[in-house]
């Protein structure tokens, strides 16, 4: 279960942090980032880390945002700097666990609620 705070209403050129725990440990996470999803738009992926630390970020969010892990505390970040309009959507964090079964493995997704980020110009 991915639990999500942190989202508002802020003016452009402002900033906001998105926090997004974890119920369990990083344990078997395979990847974990931040999605989002504008008014009438598809949801996309804005931010992505690897236990590992490699990340990939959104091309219109390249030096603005960054995403980041507290493995003692369970919970993954989104900072948001130099908020713009077209950043106002609903941000989701997401989750790829690897799960084991007799039956073998697989990968199971998981989301959070969302969060509503509103940016005014």
């Known amino acids: 279960q991915l639990v999500e705070s942190g989202g508002g209403a802020v003016q452009s050129g402002g900033s906001l942090k998105l926090s997004c725990k974890f119920s369990e440990t990083f344990f078997n996470i395979k990847n974990m980032g931040w999605y989002r999803q504008a008014p009438g738009k598809q949801r996309e992926l804005v931010a992505s880390?690897?236990?590992?630390?490699?990340?990939n970020y959104l091309d219109s969010v390249k030096g603005r945002f960054s995403i980041s892990t507290d493995n003692a505390e369970n919970t993954m970040y989104l900072q948001m700097n130099s908020l713009k309009p077209e950043d106002t959507a609903v941000y989701y964090c997401?989750?790829?666990?690897?799960?084991?079964?007799?039956?073998?493995?697989?990968?199971?997704?998981?989301w959070g609620q969302g969060t509503l980020v509103t940016v005014s110009s």
């Open positions: 997401h989750a790829e666990r690897l799960v084991h079964t007799i039956e073998g493995s697989t990968i199971v997704e998981v």
């Open positions: 880390t690897t236990p590992s630390g490699i990340t």
